[in-house]
């Protein structure tokens, strides 16, 4: 089945600790994208990458780090520096054809809560 | 900056209606309108996507339209089912870097 994996579904931080949160895709779809969903305030796009070995910030950065090693792989780290990291996190990804990039596909998601 | 809005925010109708959620957006200079269903607790769902150029897609039970001009998509769902209890949210594509830009959401529930 082809899809997008996010784990884990849950996971608890205590302060002062990095996380890291897993997206793998086998779409083979070129772009991926982390986004937040709080409630409320619908979702917002953190990290995207377009290509291996480059991403760019999102509106909400700070406090995260990704890498894109593989082309199925986006891995996200919340870092301590993230200051209010309690939500939930939404992966993404989208084949780039003819041109342009097409119809996004979501993973189910991971929800991250600090104790 | 572009900025996506739907209204209204929670809808509450009788098993079998029709009824049709608005997506609104401020920049009209956008490469796709694409609309999600939502579960509680559940990853997003794409339901139809509306290229910039077309003016409505369908799937099933739903139609969704597109009116660049104006800003303005709808989603219409026939014969509404308490299955179809969800949220359904909007997104723009508005660069060529695939990023979409979300509305907060219509919480939509169908009651037997």
């Known amino acids: 089945d082809g899809g997008i994996t996010q784990s884990p579904k849950y996971l608890f931080r205590k302060e002062g600790q990095n996380v890291t949160l897993s997206c793998e895709q086998n779409?083979?779809?070129?772009?991926m994208y982390w986004y937040r969903q709080d409630p409320g305030q619908g979702l917002r796009l953190i990290y995207y990458s377009q290509i291996v070995n480059d991403f760019q910030k999102g509106d909400i950065a700070e406090g995260y780090s990704v890498s894109r090693e593989k082309k199925e792989s986006f891995p996200l780290t919340v870092t301590s520096a993230q200051k209010n990291p309690t939500a939930f996190y939404l992966c993404?990804?989208?084949?780039?054809?003819?041109?342009?990039?097409?119809?996004?596909?979501f993973g189910p998601g991971t929800r991250l809560t600090v104790l | 900056k572009q900025e996506v809005t739907q209204i209204p925010a929670a809808l509450s109708v009788p098993e079998g209606e029709n009824l049709v959620l608005n997506c609104s957006f401020t920049?009209?200079?956008?490469?796709?309108l694409q609309w999600f269903r939502q579960d509680p607790g559940k990853g997003l769902t794409s339901l139809l996507l509306i290229q910039s150029s077309q003016r409505e897609q369908t799937s099933g039970r739903l139609n969704a339209s597109l009116d660049k001009s104006s800003g303005r998509s709808t989603l219409y769902i026939a014969a509404s089912q308490p299955g179809d209890s969800a949220t359904y949210l909007c997104?723009?594509?508005?660069?060529?870097?695939?990023?979409?830009?979300f509305g907060q959401g219509t919480t939509l529930q169908v009651k037997p």
């Open positions: 993404a990804s989208t084949p780039f054809r003819t041109g342009s990039y097409n119809e996004q596909f």
């Open positions: 920049d009209s200079a956008i490469y796709n």
């Open positions: 779409l083979n779809h070129d772009a």
């Open positions: 997104a723009v594509q508005a660069s060529n870097t695939g990023k979409l830009i």
